[in-house]
């Protein structure tokens, strides 16, 4: 391999390595919670105010001073004077004197006075008879209480949970459902975050035709736009599909002219090969340097031999050109998109499991000085990967049944049964 050398053939690495050394995460943006779910902060989240934001009761029960149901049991229990009742959200308190309770609910503000929580288990609740169950005796005037309590016993303190301007959130964190849920509990409706990447992936080839019409002699459905644009999905982007665009370079580049607009990456599929109509090829090779640059290569794998990938428009929009044939688009995009994506959200850009599983019945040849990736099942118990499919690059079907890349080494031409392999493990 001779650097400098413009057919030399790159390794997977090599490939990936550039694309990566070419993209900058996105500018970071306020967000609403919601539409930053699955994002990164950009900002040290710090909390405004303590929460809990005051001492509030963890049980339904009554709010007592403790030194009145000190002793306390069902037969000799303490009976207090109910003074009032606190809901969640209550903003007006009674105070709690000696020999005095006040009724009290899950989340209620400790009232004035009151040391601790009986739970209403733990009372008649004011109906005079045995233990209660519910808080069904409102309005009654008297409680009698079964049992003693700690002081704070059933109270959720002020700030137990966070305090005034704790650091609850550093930047750098991925905003799942929790990290949202903490956000809304502090207050804060929108955060600085790297955004979801918009991807607009385009398909090549006067053949496609979209699902749902018929196909004439010789043309297929455009199934590439589709996957591709769920892989995008799967990865974390807004993806946009545009339907497929003619063999036409012209018609090609004004499409991308008008979709650049709207794209953080921009993903084409098929026309990157060495045939007659390979229009990406064409229409992207040797750019004026104004408009950016997309290099064509060949790879040392299979499938997904042939690839592009450049910067192009006035922001240098990453443009990933993708093999057509459809298990070369989904594995480049594997291998080569989804880590670019996930690095302009800010995101490692790995993050498949890879294992080693053994493979029982061994693969009979593989392409030699290529790094092969046949598509098969894992099975954890077992720790075992089974071939689906064979190695060709139309297989949708066998795709659609894997959950796992195999991957085998440039140097291997066969792999024995039993051996050892790399599956790469798939949503
Ligand atoms: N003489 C050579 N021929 C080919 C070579 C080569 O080195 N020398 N490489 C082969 C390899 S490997 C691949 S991969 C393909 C890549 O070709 P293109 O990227 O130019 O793709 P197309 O020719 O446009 O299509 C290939 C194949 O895939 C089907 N296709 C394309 N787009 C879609 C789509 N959106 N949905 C479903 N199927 C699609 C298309 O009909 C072709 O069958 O080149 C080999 N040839
Ligand atoms: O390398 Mo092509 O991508 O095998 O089918």
Redesign the pocket.
């Given at each position: 391999m001779k650097p400098g050398r413009a057919d030399r053939v790159w390794s997977v690495d090599e490939h990936l390595a550039d694309i990566l050394g070419k993209i900058r995460p996105l500018e970071p943006i306020a967000l609403q919670l919601l539409d930053a779910q699955g994002c990164v902060l950009t900002e040290d989240v710090t909390a405004p105010a303590a929460l809990p934001p005051f001492d509030n009761s963890s049980m339904d029960g009554y709010a007592v001073r403790i030194a009145d149901v000190e002793g306390a049991s069902e037969e000799f229990p303490a009976v207090l004077a109910v003074v009032g009742d606190v809901a969640a959200g209550s903003g007006e308190l009674p105070a709690v004197g000696p020999g005095e309770a006040a009724r009290i609910m899950t989340g209620a503000p400790l009232p004035p006075g009151a040391e601790a929580v009986v739970p209403v288990e733990w009372t008649d609740g004011g109906l005079g008879g045995g233990p209660a169950t519910t808080m069904a005796g409102s309005g009654t005037a008297e409680v009698r209480v079964h049992r003693s309590v700690d002081a704070r016993a059933h109270v959720r303190a002020r700030g137990s949970d966070v305090t005034a301007g704790e650091l609850v959130l550093p930047a750098g964190t991925l905003l799942g459902p929790a990290q949202i849920g903490l956000l809304a509990a502090i207050g804060r409706g929108t955060v600085s975050v790297r955004p979801r990447p918009r991807v607009v992936v385009v398909s090549t080839g006067s053949e496609l035709v979209p699902p749902g019409e018929s196909l004439a002699h010789g043309q297929i459905h455009d199934s590439n736009s589709f996957m591709l644009t769920a892989c995008a999905r799967a990865a974390g982007a807004l993806a946009y599909r545009v339907g497929a665009v003619d063999d036409d370079p012209a018609t090609l580049r004004a499409a991308l002219e008008d979709q650049l607009v709207r794209a953080d990456a921009v993903v084409t599929s098929g026309g990157v090969s060495v045939g007659a109509y390979d229009v990406v090829k064409e229409a992207l090779s040797g750019l004026p340097a104004e408009e950016g640059r997309v290099d064509f290569r060949r790879l040392a794998?299979?499938?997904?031999?042939?690839q592009g990938f450049g910067r192009i428009g006035p922001d240098r929009t990453p443009l990933f050109a993708l093999?057509g044939?459809p298990?070369?688009s989904y594995?480049?995009f594997e291998l080569f998109v989804r880590p670019a994506l996930r690095a302009l959200m800010g995101l490692e850009p790995a993050d498949r499991t890879t294992v080693r599983a053994v493979c029982p019945e061994g693969v009979a040849s593989s392409p030699k000085g290529r790094r092969q990736y046949l598509r098969g099942r894992h099975d954890p118990a077992t720790g075992e990967v089974t071939l689906v499919g064979g190695s060709g690059?139309h297989l949708v079907k066998a795709l659609a049944g894997a959950d796992a890349l195999i991957v085998v080494p440039e140097d291997a031409t066969s792999v024995a049964p039993g051996a050892e392999l790399d599956a790469i493990l798939l949503d």
């Open positions: 794998m299979q499938p997904g031999k042939p093999p044939n298990v070369s594995v480049s690059s």
